[in-house]
């Protein structure tokens, strides 16, 4: 768990200092999210007077589902402690009630802006969350398993070879993470423009340290997202639980490696391309639900075969 | 054939399936053109894939065929006569994009029960590819059917054609003969088309077959 | 012994709606009719769960000499109609402990308090019957005291109309479920359910009594296209029979179609398992859909039902198709899914209804749009409806999200079915079922936020009062009962083994025994899931970051103005209202489905009137079926009206006509 914590600002810093430097900028260093989450941590908390306490507590609640959610997530190894305890779709429904919680706090101070954010973003997620449970369809009838850690293991086997709905279910996955963590195209999450907003906009009344554990919490929904990508399609690397420190220190070398490549294809992705207009978004991530269902019927179609 | 070509030459075909699924969700002009060129990128890796594993090198020549017409000539001359007529920007569809690739799905789904349990007794690597193949003709026919602009229905004209490359390719290839004077026959065809698209927009001044009813009195 | 103990509970319910008839002009009437059904519905509460939990010992029969003389009155407790009578009971006790606080408001008790008993006795009587003649009784019983219920304040705009939709549909589901029991008993005219299970009738026979049974069961429980009484019936009567009525009344429906189903119809045929889950599927994308649309809170709720109706309809059509093809684990699964979600639903249900006539006790206001802020003023109300809220959102770690999971692991196992249909046609529905999962959350997010959150938008809002504690009491056992059910579900799933033993022929692993009590439906290594663990974990972070940062970083907080990026915001119109928190939804779904049209009207420059945003939904399924059917009626009624005003010898030639047709008849039948 601990692990998962310490990694999650790192990705978020190398993803700015490759698009910086894309841009033929410096860059901030790359442990300035650290930074950030400390100074945050320290400042006071401004409370507007209209907020309640459900304004007070979304943040921790945030920060812990989003947390739990992430350790539960293999990620240099399967078959770890707690890993039975919930399942893919659990792990989906984790991140909905962190969604649910950061949504309602939007909604709380009153304001329009968060109500910008907090429909916007129940739009993005009545789609986002369809989309990555049929990819978790494709993966579970592939596998014969939801559990994140029996998938990696059966995926790894040589019964898979090179198929036509995992490839679609990665594409689909790919969609869902983008809209989820609030990237270009979806969402910009450097923006100032309050009506571009989504995920900002539900978190513009917040400040100290509620806003440091929010910041944190979409810091590890990003790693949870990149692991979940890392384990499931390229699960090579993965130590199993109770091979012995050496195998656990080689996964995490294997891990680590996978976060950079993926942290680097983000970053120039973000960059090649521009973000859409707000209603295209239901298209995109129709188009990931339909990937979605594409890959679940043409498991079919080869397995027939 | 063993489990790894067999598994490329599928993820060939499911490409293409899913290259005709994003001719449907594009909505731009250029957009689009562009999408139909890697379409045709993708069918003639395909059948020199197939060309590969069947050893039959005639196949590398509709290939390359299907190559340079469809994904070099035809796409730049499509995006001159988008210039030349002034229409870029958005394709209308006439339902949102959302519902059309959900009938897309749907046509996807009909044509794997139609064509598996009919092909029973083929080979596998002729079922999948007739089951996608079929699945490729009812999108391009979707695709035909769901836009107001008549290039976009051009390129989904073009795309069943694809589709029928596949499908005789998968059903170890068509001679030689068909397959050039098919080609040259959709050659032609364009030509025409776009002879027509001139003729039309000059005396229209638009090339949207929606208004086009206007004029003929169909529509008030 | 234990059927004997429910009838006396029944019995001593309608003695009390009698009763209630003479003293309800009484200030005390309220609070001793409430009582009175409290403690016998608890009574009836422990015996049904006694018998769950120990089926062999408790289970029996009784035949009362009541009802048709050749037929007497049966009555029959098994497992089933012991988890219903648990879902009932509960449902009844909570509302009944809730009407000892909300009652006290209500404007005209003797409309309300005869009636309150009488429905709870009926719905009890519908459970227990074990004849098809009893059934139809008690289901109309149910049906007319609901009814009076609904026409409690019939002078309010909308009741009268709605109470007359509900009859209508009612009648037509009793006549559904009439034909389908006249063709369960066949020619030898057997009604006792006995007699019917010991003859399981032909396939196409079998067939017609399936679309019958989902018509009569299905329009009283709200599958689409039957639905449309439901959301006016429900929010026009008093709070706690709404939720009654959409927690439990629509439960006693479900229980109608698995008793006709499952346990009389004998092996069903693999298109059933089509045809259940997408009217289910399809049900519950359209009831969230609508319910999104709403701005009233009492008829979101009411379509929410519908919503939810639809996922155990889903469940159930899974287990048909399991069934059908002999895979029993897995219909035991999908089975135990649904009746699950029976239990949790009629829990949250209740708990949001419960909610809501809170909220209109203390504003006086249904419609979100004229709350706002009432977190400051009803804290309690607010935390328990944000409980009901997570809880039928499926969010970890209530209930909700349990039973919704047990559905997805048995769509899960649908590929294994032999027929190509339903492998395509199965997945498909998961579709819709995860979408009208997230859409739910949506739903809740704007209820709970537009009305709880924010700012007040109008005076009452502003001035709003928390409950009297009866209400609250009963509010938060609820809320403590779906905490409980997510934490700790392998004890209900244990529960249910019993039913799904009876009907599908298998059950589920025994779940107490796992370590730390986590529940695997069909195999470890397949998919497991731990309540508790999760709950705990949550918490566990939740308070570690919590202490942690309260004690080396810092705790301070000062209040001021909100931000909102510099704008000195001063009214409460300015926050987002229902339905502008809908509007990308509305936009995405809305214009097919509903065919939603928005109009702006904005005044021309220097008119400084208001703008207009005007927002037109259309009911597809009432222009569809209902209108032209109403028109077809109206039509032939205009014409038939004619027969009225004939001559002395036209009617005297009908006369003559009528006896010499009959005579023809005869002669022909011979």
């Known amino acids: ?305 | ?220 | 012994m234990a059927l004997g103990g429910l009838l006396w509970c029944i019995a001593a319910l309608l003695a009390a709606s009698v009763a209630a008839i003479a003293v309800a002009r009484h200030r005390a009437a309220t609070t001793f009719v409430y009582a009175f059904a409290l403690g016998v519905t608890t009574v009836a509460l422990v015996i049904a769960a006694a018998s769950l939990l120990a089926p062999d010992a408790l289970s029996g029969a009784l035949t009362l000499p009541l009802g048709l003389p050749w037929l007497g009155a049966r009555f029959r407790l098994d497992a089933l109609a012991a988890f219903f009578l648990v879902v009932v009971n509960l449902g009844s006790a909570t509302a009944s402990l809730y009407g000892l606080g909300y009652g006290r408001h209500e404007e005209a008790p003797a409309r309300v308090l005869p009636f309150f008993p009488a429905f709870i006795s009926g719905m009890n009587l519908v459970v227990l019957a074990a004849d098809a003649f009893t059934f139809l009784f008690a289901w109309e019983f149910m049906s007319l005291s609901s009814w009076a219920l609904v026409m409690a304040h019939h002078r309010r705009s909308g009741n009268a109309a709605a109470g007359f939709l509900y009859l209508l549909m009612a009648s037509l589901g009793t006549l559904a479920l009439l034909l389908a029991f006249g063709l369960l008993a066949g020619p030898s005219g057997g009604y006792a359910f006995d007699a019917i299970r010991a003859m399981p009738p032909s396939a196409g026979v079998a067939g017609v009594v399936l679309a019958l049974a989902l018509v009569g069961c299905g329009s009283k429980a709200g599958l689409v296209p039957l639905h449309v009484w439901l959301p006016l019936a429900h929010p026009a009567a008093p709070s706690h029979v709404s939720a009654l009525m959409s927690g439990v009344m629509t439960k006693v429906a479900v229980y109608g179609f698995v008793r006709i189903v499952f346990d009389l119809l004998g092996a069903p045929n693999w298109w059933w398992g089509a045809v259940v889950p997408l009217l289910g599927g399809v049900t519950a994308a359209m009831g969230v859909l609508y319910a999104l649309m709403q701005h009233d809170l009492k008829r979101l709720l009411a379509y929410h039902t519908v919503e939810n109706i639809g996922i155990i309809f889903i469940g159930l059509g899974l287990a048909l198709a399991f069934q059908a093809a002999g895979m029993r684990g897995a219909a035991a699964l999908a089975l135990t899914a649904a009746l699950f979600h029976v239990f949790n639903h009629s829990v949250f249900k209740s708990l949001l209804f419960f909610g809501a006539g809170a909220v209109l006790t203390a504003t006086g206001e249904r419609d979100m749009e004229h709350l706002g802020g009432l977190i400051h003023r009803m804290p309690l109300t607010a935390l328990a409806f944000l409980v009901g809220s997570a809880a039928i959102s499926a969010l970890p770690p209530f209930n909700g999200f349990v039973s919704e999971w047990l559905t997805f692991q048995a769509i899960l196992i649908s590929p294994a079915l032999p027929q190509w249909v339903l492998k395509f046609l199965i997945p498909a529905i998961g579709a819709l079922l995860a979408l009208s999962a997230a859409l739910a959350a949506a739903c809740f997010v704007k209820a709970f936020g537009v009305t709880f959150l924010g700012r007040p938008r109008t005076p009452v809002a502003r001035d709003a009062a928390e409950t009297s504690s009866w209400s609250l009491g009963a509010m938060f056992l609820l809320a403590g009962l779906c905490l409980v059910a997510g934490i700790l579900p392998g004890y209900f799933i244990d529960a249910l083994a019993p039913v799904a033993q009876a009907l599908a022929g298998a059950h589920l692993p025994r779940q107490h025994e796992l370590d730390w009590l986590t529940i695997v439906p069909i195999a470890q290594s397949r998919s497991s899931y731990n309540g508790l663990l999760l709950f705990s974990l949550v918490a566990l972070a939740a308070g570690l970051a919590a202490d942690v940062i309260h004690r080396w970083a810092s705790d301070a907080v000062r209040r001021s103005e909100p931000w909102d990026c510099g704008f000195p915001d001063a009214t409460p119109v300015t926050q987002y209202t229902a339905g502008s928190f809908t509007q990308p939804i509305r936009r995405v779904f809305g214009t097919v489905v509903f065919r939603a049209r928005e109009e702006v009207h904005v005044p021309r420059p220097g008119d400084s009137s208001a703008a207009r945003l005007h927002v037109q939904l259309r009911d597809v399924p009432w222009d569809l079926l209902y209108a032209p059917a109403a028109g077809l009626v109206d039509f032939v009624a205009d014409h038939l009206n004619k027969v009225q005003f004939l001559t002395i010898r036209a009617y005297l030639t009908l006369v003559f006509g009528a006896l010499v047709v009959l005579l023809m008849v005869l002669v022909v039948w011979q």
């Open chain 2, 1 to 220: 054939m063993d489990r790894l070509s067999l598994d490329i030459a599928h993820l060939f075909a499911g490409g293409l399936v899913l290259v005709s699924f994003m001719l449907l969700y594009q909505d731009r002009m250029s957009g689009l053109v562009n999408t139909f060129a890697s379409h045709a990128v993708v069918v003639s890796l395909s059948v020199a894939w197939q060309a590969y594993i069947q050893q039959a090198p005639h196949l590398y020549i509709t290939s390359a065929i299907a190559l340079v017409v469809k994904a070099f000539v035809i796409p730049v001359a499509l995006h001159r006569i988008i210039v030349r007529l002034g229409i870029h920007g958005t394709i209308e569809p006439v339902v949102g994009i959302g519902q059309t690739m959900l009938a897309g799905i749907g046509l996807v789904a009909l044509s794997i029960l139609v064509m598996l349990p009919i092909t029973a007794q083929a080979g596998t690597l002729a079922r999948e590819d007739l089951a996608f193949s079929l699945s490729v003709i009812l999108l391009g026919l979707l695709m035909m059917v769901s836009r107001r602009n008549a290039v976009s229905q051009v390129i989904g004209f073009m795309s069943i054609e694809n589709g029928l490359i596949l499908a005789a390719t998968g059903a170890k290839g068509m001679p030689l003969v068909v397959e050039i004077s098919v080609a040259f026959s959709i050659l032609v065809a364009l030509i025409v088309i776009g002879i027509f698209l001139f003729r039309i927009r000059e005396r229209f001044d638009t090339v949207d077959v929606h208004d086009l009813d206007r004029y003929r009195g169909e529509r008030p």
């Open chain 1, 1 to 305: 768990m601990l692990l998962v914590l310490a990694l999650a600002p790192l990705l978020t810093g190398y993803v700015r200092k490759l698009k910086a430097h894309l841009l033929r900028r410096q860059g901030p260093p790359l442990a300035q999210p650290y930074r950030d989450l400390l100074r945050l941590l320290r400042k006071e908390v401004v409370l507007a007077h209209s907020a309640s306490w459900v304004f007070r507590v979304a943040p921790y609640l945030v920060f812990a589902t989003t947390w739990v959610a992430a350790a539960l997530v293999p990620t240099f190894a399967t078959g770890l402690i707690f890993s039975y305890a919930a399942d893919m779709i659990a792990i989906v429904a984790l991140l909905g009630s962190a969604r649910f919680m950061l949504a309602l706090a939007g909604l709380d101070v009153g304001t329009s802006f968060g109500g910008i954010g907090s429909s916007r973003e129940m739009m993005i997620a009545s789609l986002a969350e369809p989309a990555m449970l049929m990819v978790v369809f494709t993966l579970s009838l592939l596998a014969g398993s939801t559990q994140l850690s029996s998938i990696a293991a059966s995926l790894q086997g040589p019964d898979v070879g090179l198929r036509v709905s995992l490839a679609l279910a990665l594409i689909g996955l790919i969609m869902v993470a983008i809209a989820e963590n609030a990237r270009i195209p979806v969402d910009n999450p450097a923006t100032h423009l309050e009506l571009t907003m989504v995920h900002e906009a539900m978190i513009l009344e917040y400040s100290g340290r509620h806003l440091a554990l929010i910041e944190a919490a979409s810091y590890l929904k990003l790693l949870l997202y990149v692991s979940v990508i890392a384990c499931v399609f390229f699960p090579w690397g993965l130590a199993v639980a109770g091979q012995g420190l050496a195998a656990y220190l080689a996964g995490l070398a294997v891990y680590v490696a996978k976060l950079a490549a993926s942290g680097f294809l983000l970053a120039i992705f973000e960059t090649a391309i521009a973000k859409m207009r707000v209603f295209r978004v239901p298209d995109f991530l129709g188009a990931a639900l339909m990937l979605g269902l594409l890959a679940t019927l043409l498991l079919f179609v080869t397995r027939a075969g």
